[in-house]
């Protein structure tokens, strides 16, 4: 990986990081918790070696419509 | 996803929360503005950190905010397929078959109102006529009646698959048993009948493919039991056949079953080959399907109620 890239990927990793910790402080005692950009897998809670999928769980939680099938 | 630019596999972000809609529309503006003051301070510009699409996917709310809010979802929602048609539509034109620059003509009733489709009640039929017109890689289906295919919200051909159109005369020969798994509105097989193939088993995991498929099989006059015949199922049974279809598009990449003569279970091995490659397909769906129920679970197993 190259430098640019890599340097690309550490700034928008803290940006996100920045982010998350700064929504969450005024989440206050709300559950929150957010997928890792890295992992894929939970940032905050227990790690597992399990990825959130993110179309799945578009299609599963939020209702979106992934299932035409074609002929 | 892979990056682009990077070569490097990279997630997107979901942030997940309990926290009512207005308390986290609230934490956002204040982190943004947070976030603005320090750069401002720094001497920088204001960049927003995140482009966040604020989607509560339980509103624990009043009736009348989990209702703005399902419309929202479901507006969104549309608004994406459209998108997807539409660029799938797109990816078609200009599409060029068998190295003439001629264009497939869709079918006429899907073609353009891929989008329309989506308006439809769901399990309501759409009717579409088949209208194949130019090129000489279609010229086969010139001159034949009009094939008339039933269409619905879930199951309708796709334009992806057009070029399989012009594939099919060379892949069925006459007298051929046609294996048709993921038959959908069962287009290809029932081309396969009409090109001259003496019976096509049609197979698809949806029930309501199934039924379709034999409702256009009946309109369109082939026997059943004789001509052809319909099961739901994921799996291939044991029997000789060709497959019609050479391209698979499973949600997460590209499969692709050669045209040639298959015998099971003792001749020849290469249908297994190319059937456990699907069903490896299907089981990693599954198994992305499973990682997805952990990763919600252990999401769960942290959330403590207030």
Redo the contacts between chains.
């Keep these: 990986?190259s430098f640019v890239?890599n340097e690309?990927?550490r700034g928008l990793l803290l940006?996100?990081h920045?982010?998350?910790k700064?929504?969450r402080a005024?989440?206050?005692?709300?559950?929150?918790?957010?997928?890792?950009?890295?992992?894929?897998?939970?940032l905050?809670?227990?790690r597992?070696s399990?990825?959130?999928?993110?179309?799945?769980?578009l299609t599963?939680?939020?209702?979106?419509?992934?299932?035409?099938?074609?002929? | 996803m892979l990056h682009p630019?990077?070569q490097?596999r990279?997630?997107?972000?979901?942030?997940?929360?309990?926290?009512?809609l207005e308390?986290?529309q609230?934490?956002?503006a204040?982190?943004e503005a947070?976030?603005a003051a320090a750069l401002a301070a720094e001497g920088g510009t204001a960049v927003p950190?995140?482009e966040a699409a604020v989607?509560p996917?339980a509103p624990a709310a009043g009736v009348m905010e989990a209702k703005v809010a399902a419309a929202q979802?479901?507006a969104q929602?549309q608004a994406?397929?459209q998108a997807a048609a539409q660029a799938a539509a797109a990816a078609v034109e200009g599409l060029q078959l068998g190295g003439a620059e001629q264009v497939c003509a869709l079918p006429r009733g899907l073609a353009k109102s891929e989008a329309e489709l989506l308006e439809i009640e769901s399990g309501e039929p759409a009717e579409g006529e088949l209208s194949l017109l130019s090129g000489d890689t279609l010229s086969w289906l010139q001159g034949a009646p009009p094939l008339r295919l039933r269409t619905t919200?879930?199951?309708?051909?796709?334009p992806?698959?057009t070029p399989l159109l012009g594939a099919l005369p060379s892949a069925v020969r006459p007298g051929d048993a046609v294996l048709y798994p993921?038959?959908?509105?069962?287009?290809?097989g029932l081309l396969a009948l009409r090109t001259g193939a003496a019976s096509v088993h049609f197979t698809?995991s949806?029930a309501s493919?199934v039924d379709l498929?034999a409702t256009n099989a009946r309109v369109a006059g082939f026997r059943e039991g004789r001509n052809w015949t319909a099961q739901v199922s994921d799996s291939l049974p044991t029997t000789d056949y060709r497959l019609p279809t050479t391209d698979y598009?499973l949600?997460t990449t590209d499969y692709r079953l050669p045209t040639t003569d298959y015998r099971l279970p003792t001749t020849d091995c290469s249908l297994l080959t190319a059937h456990c490659s699907l069903l490896t397909a299907h089981c990693s769906l599954l198994t992305?399907?499973c990682?997805?129920l952990?990763?919600?679970c252990?999401?769960l197993?942290?959330?403590?109620p207030?």
């Design positions: 990986m890239v690309e990927r940006n996100f920045a982010w998350v700064a929504v005024r989440l206050g005692d709300w559950w929150s918790d957010a997928s890792d950009p890295l992992e894929g897998t939970a905050f809670g227990s597992t399990c990825i959130y999928n993110e179309l799945e769980g599963s939680l939020l209702r979106y419509d992934s299932s035409t099938t074609t002929s | 630019a990077w490097r990279a997630y997107p972000v979901t942030f997940f929360t309990t926290a009512p308390v986290l609230a934490a956002l204040g982190a947070e976030r950190v995140a989607v996917a979802a479901q929602a994406q397929a919200e879930l199951v309708h051909f796709d992806l698959n993921g038959c959908g509105s069962g287009l290809l698809d949806l493919a498929t598009r949600p992305a399907h990682s997805l952990t990763a919600h252990s999401l197993a942290n959330y403590e207030r």
